[in-house]
């Protein structure tokens, strides 16, 4: 007789675990395996009647996933210290599991957290189950590190996605800390090789938060960022297109230097006048000494006045030589303010001594980009210095004139 109360409570304990279960829910749970669950999970979901019901079904999936984990990182800890060998198909294995047991996690918790049909938010399972899966997670990191090194682009951009899409997820907040410093670089890479196997949306997607890290990767993650919206324009809808895009990641980032840039040679190439110049002029406005801004605009400027009736040459001259006070070696300046004042000494009449001023100050200027850059690799120097000296009457006019003819 107790033999028989033992077994109708045990009968009694089995009934009870999927009491008001749904059919499509039992299937999941009795899952053996998280390939088994996963397939029975993806196939009945839309059948399971509440988001408990799913909470219920993803806790499963994240806990028979995170028992292979453990078991197949227990069975490298063995191999190492018996110098036995873990396969690539063991790591691969173990990887993965440490992958599907925080997706499933993840998704555990949207519908765990979900309001019950009182009304509240009364979850099961998310509090015993991040720090869990947490362990698992922080292992991405070397199952990137581990899938770059097998040249398997895939998987690594699978690994770093998941860590990146994952790393402010209140689930893990047990680790965080922990990959914190790696956050960025592992974003970036994320985004590079998405990037590299086609997949432009996760590239973007994962750029965009290695731009907003605060770790020296930022710089470069902003110029890819800047890369990536740059492809195939072809017509003036995709300029326009890309203009927005730009604006927006200012708008969202107003220290990028590097979308400002982008966006000024936009609106250069454009022939955007008015808005470069404007944009030029706040970009000096938050930091007067921003070398980009005053080069640009005094290059705006010279090609603005080049088209005037009534050329006034002052403004993109003092923006120059503002520019030069930053970087007093760039070659492309030094010969741009040569030749602006080359320009301002052609049209002055009636006054001799200020004309052959304002070429001897020309002068200075080009000399001194031939002296650092004499076979003219990184601006056209040579006929502008030309100029200045035949206006000069320097016999040096002769040496300048055969660079002229190469």
């Known amino acids: 007789m107790r033999k028989f109360m033992i077994a109708a409570a045990l009968v009694l304990g089995v009934s009870a675990a999927f009491a ?23 196939s009945n979901l839309s059948s399971m009647t509440s988001a408990a019901e799913k909470a219920k079904a993803y806790n499963k999936l994240a806990t028979l996933a995170l028992a292979e984990f453990n078991d197949k990182n227990l069975a490298m800890q063995t191999a190492a210290m018996t110098k036995q060998t873990f ?16 997706k499933a996690a993840v998704e555990c918790a949207k519908y765990d957290n979900e309001p019950n049909e009182k009304g509240k938010v009364a979850p099961k399972f998310t509090k015993s189950l991040g720090p869990n899966v947490a362990n698992a997670r922080i292992q991405l990191l070397n199952a990137g590190q581990w ?62 938060v290695a731009a907003s890290d605060t770790a020296k990767i930022a710089g470069d993650a902003k110029a890819f960022q800047l890369t990536l919206a740059a492809r195939g324009l072809k017509t003036q809808a995709d300029s326009l297109a890309y203009v927005e895009k730009v604006k927006s990641m200012i708008e969202k980032d107003p220290t990028n230097e590097a979308a400002m840039q982008a966006l000024s040679n936009m609106y ?10 404007q944009l030029l002029d706040g970009m000096i406005q938050k930091n007067p000494d921003n070398y980009f801004g005053w080069a640009m605009k005094g290059q705006t400027l010279m090609n603005q006045e080049a088209k005037a009736e009534k050329p006034n040459w002052d403004e993109p001259i003092n923006c120059y030589k503002h520019a030069l006070k930053l970087q007093p070696d760039n070659v492309a300046v030094l010969t741009l303010t040569g030749a602006v004042l080359n320009q301002k000494a052609s049209g002055i009449v009636n006054d001799k001594n200020a004309q052959t001023a304002l070429y001897n100050e020309a002068k200075g200027y080009l000399e001194h980009a031939q002296q650092l850059d004499p076979n003219q690799e990184q601006a056209k120097w040579a006929y502008y210095l030309y100029s200045t000296y035949y206006q000069l009457n320097d016999p040096k006019a002769k040496e300048i004139e055969s660079l002229l003819k190469k």
Not at 20 to 42: C, I, N, P, R
Not at 92 to 100: I, P, W
Not at 186 to 206: M, N, S
């Open 87 to 102: 396969t690539k198909a063991d790591s691969l294995a173990m990887y993965d599991a440490a992958y599907n047991a925080t």
């Open 268 to 277: 250069y190439s454009m022939n955007k006048t008015t808005e470069l110049l």
């Open 20 to 42: 008001g279960d749904s059919d499509a829910l039992k299937a999941v749970m009795k899952a053996k395996t998280y390939a088994e669950a996963s397939q029975l999970l993806q």
């Open 147 to 208: 899938a770059a090194s097998n040249n398997d682009n895939e998987n690594l951009v699978k690994y770093w996605g998941a860590l990146t899409e994952t790393h402010n997820n209140p689930l893990f907040e047990s680790t965080k800390a922990t990959e914190d410093p790696n956050a960025g670089l592992v974003a970036y890479y994320a985004a590079v090789y998405a990037d590299r196997t086609g997949k432009t949306d996760l590239a973007e997607k994962y750029v965009a």
